[in-house]
């Protein structure tokens, strides 16, 4: 059983394993999309694969939709070259349910893919032929946060941003810049409408995108590299817009567990790639069955009937407390919590930390007691449902195999969004007194305590990247098990980082709370555990 177009020629043995299968005629479906495209995805990584690529399979299924999906990849060609060609395109989605249950469907839906290389002239013509199809409604985006980026770490403009502002848009080099030479080609072309949606897990993700797009477009009007009204075309929402989005599913790197449950099956040619930029691929995306899509109803072409799929679409304002709902109350804060608190205790999986009563306690105060009350209801999803599911479902789920520390990942870029806004909403309440929380402190301190790098056993253990690491570290490498801090002693330039925090938490009056349980959690091996267990 081998995932390309001849392999999947023989129906009968997927399907007898147990594959839901595409059940659209693909090739009427390529040369469609082919002669008239409709959507281009830029990142062809495994959310993409594990959810619109799939929505838009189950949507082409039922014949609501007539064309498919276009992949373009402009970080890492690689996965173009190395997985997309060789299985012509196709992808095994495991979705890994709570019940024990695995679903296994061949994802076809991606009906073409393509390298976002300036120097392929001849792919790059195609993409450009792409763009100035009338037929184009919507280019989408997950590149992650740092792919809106055009500067480094001391904010100076990165090597091939500078190069292609001068440049232009020929044959630009940064990732956004070709984005934008391939709507310069779309203005050529007769000013064509499109939406340009993120689908990135980040706060205002559209604006993020079009700041960086409208870097380039008016430095190149201003400079005479296009012409006078390729950046007016830019800023004019009725031809380009710029709609915000909140996503979420949790789609961890593929796991041994499912490739051996592909290979028991008889599918062929799983090995794993790893890139020479570290990108991990394998023919396989395996992911948890709850999935949330919210996008601002923005699209000057028009859109695919995605509603009919299960993505919302609503206006901005719903969308931005969709976001808040998740990412400041009912799933990151919870996630973070646990990602601290499990490198500390030893725990491998955040599945197997929701059997720990303790520190299922602690999210259940974090998000019930503490977050659900500034909680503003979007009104399409219903926030305390949301939370349930998490608890109950989604983080519990035994066979989704993700870890503490890879949700520990940049936390110091993290806390301020997934608890400050609590903290902030507190504040500015005329009924809630800030010092009313006692949980989210209690993760503040367990973040604290997590930076000397020792477990509730004294082991030594790695911190998960952060940008932030070489600038704090100097600052607690001399704190160890025993020692007793306060709060103007040694991490009193810490506290008072409203950056990392979301507020100063010593001028909001947090910060002896924060200091009193880090020395309790400090106090020798054994104590991370005592501590919790006093508190929840």
Not at 12 to 20: D, I, M, N, Q, S
Request: charged share 25%.
């Amino acid at each position: 059983m081998k995932l390309n177009k001849q392999g999947l020629l023989d129906r009968k043995a997927w399907e007898e394993k147990g594959y839901r299968l595409p059940a659209f005629d693909r090739e009427a479906v390529t040369k469609a999309t082919m002669e008239n495209p409709t959507w281009v995805h830029f990142g062809a990584g495994n959310i993409f694969r594990a959810f619109q690529a799939n929505v838009v399979q189950n949507l082409l299924n039922e014949g609501v939709l007539k064309t498919g999906l276009i992949a373009a990849e402009g970080f890492d060609y690689e996965i173009i070259e190395k997985y997309n060609h060789p299985h012509d395109d196709y992808s095994i989605l495991v979705t890994l349910k709570a019940d024990g249950s695995v679903e296994k469907t061949v994802v076809g839906s991606v009906v073409e893919s393509l390298a976002l290389d300036s120097s392929n002239q001849i792919v790059f013509d195609r993409l450009k032929t792409i763009f100035s199809a009338d037929s184009l409604q919507m280019a989408s985006f997950t590149i992650t946060e740092k792919g809106y980026s055009l500067v480094d770490g001391k904010g100076e403009f990165l090597a091939a941003v500078s190069d292609d502002f001068k440049n232009g848009p020929e044959k630009p080099a940064s990732y956004i810049g070709k984005v934008v030479a391939l709507l310069y080609a779309r203005y050529l072309a007769g000013k064509k409408p499109i939406a340009m949606v993120s689908m990135d897990n980040c706060s205002h993700n559209g604006d993020k995108l079009f700041a960086a797009v409208t870097a380039f477009s008016d430095r190149w009007s201003e400079s005479g590299l296009t012409e006078k009204g390729f950046a007016e075309y830019i800023r004019n929402k009725e031809k380009v817009s710029f709609p915000w989005s909140m996503i979420d599913k949790i789609t961890p790197r593929p796991d041994a567990s499912v490739e051996k449950i592909l290979r028991e099956d008889g599918v062929e040619e799983l090995d794993p790639v790893i890139t020479s930029k570290h990108t991990y691929i394998a023919p396989f995306v395996n992911s948890e069955e709850c999935e949330y899509l919210v996008i601002e109803d923005a699209f000057p072409n028009g859109r695919p009937a995605l509603e009919k799929g299960g993505i919302y679409f609503t206006d901005r304002e719903t969308v931005d407390r969709v976001e808040k709902m998740k990412v400041c109350t009912c799933l990151n804060p919870l996630h973070t919590s646990l990602a601290v608190y499990g490198c500390l205790l030893g725990y491998d999986l955040i599945s197997k930390e929701m059997k720990d009563p303790a520190l299922k306690k602690l999210v259940e105060h974090v998000g019930y007691q503490e977050g659900l009350p500034v909680v503003v209801n979007p009104g399409i999803l219903d926030p305390k449902e949301f939370i349930d599911t998490v608890v109950n479902i989604r983080v519990p789920n035994p066979f989704m195999p993700d870890t503490p520390q890879r949700i520990a990942t940049d936390t110091s870029q993290k806390l301020a969004i997934r608890f400050g806004e609590t903290i902030k909403a507190y504040q500015a309440s005329d009924t809630l007194d800030v010092h009313s929380l006692k949980f989210i402190p209690l993760v503040f301190a367990g973040w604290l305590r997590y930076l000397l790098a020792v477990d509730d056993e004294g082991n030594k253990f790695d911190l998960s990247p952060d940008p932030m690491l070489a600038e704090l570290l100097p600052i607690v490498k001399d704190l160890k098990l025993g020692d007793t801090v306060t709060t103007d002693g040694v991490l009193a330039p810490i506290l008072t980082r409203a950056d990392i925090f979301g507020v100063d938490l010593v001028a909001s009056g947090l910060a002896d709370l924060v200091i009193s349980y880090l020395n309790e959690l400090m106090a020798g091996p054994g104590a991370v555990r005592k501590t919790l267990e006093k508190y929840v």
